[in-house]
């Protein structure tokens, strides 16, 4: 499996960016597809997940309300509809694909290559 992060830019604060992440092999109805960002020096953290059967999703709260997650499963892809960007959202940002109902990197075991976000106040 092979996951493909894109979308990224510089945009202002209070701007709009989409990321999509393509996955190369097919993503099954067990699955968990999460978001996840990492800022300079910081750890990686946790952004949102998504069910891909279900659909249900679960965000952290610093996005709640500003980020949107979706997916489309004819062409197993994977988004990120982040409004209202502030500079503390600046990270490389990773999707990633796992089975566990989790907001853990390491329950996730396949990982794109990051997009970088960079929001200017």
């Known amino acids: 499996v092979q996951l493909q992060a894109s979308g990224g830019g510089l945009v202002q604060a209070w701007g709009s960016l989409r990321l999509s992440c393509a996955a190369s092999g097919r993503i099954l109805s067990s699955h968990i597809m999460g978001w996840f960002r990492q800022a300079p020096g910081k750890e990686r953290e946790f952004v949102v997940a998504?069910?891909?059967?279900?659909?249900?999703?679960w965000y952290a709260d610093s996005v709640k309300g500003r980020f949107t997650i979706s997916r489309d499963n004819s062409k197993n892809t994977l988004y990120l509809q982040m409004n209202d960007l502030k500079p503390q959202d600046t990270a490389v940002y990773y999707c990633?694909?796992?089975?566990?109902?989790?907001?853990?990197?390491?329950?996730?075991?396949?990982w794109g290559q990051g997009t970088v976000v960079t929001v200017s106040s």
């Open positions: 998504i069910r891909w059967s279900r659909g249900s999703t």
């Open positions: 990633a694909r796992g089975t566990d109902w989790s907001k853990l990197p390491s329950d996730y075991t396949y």
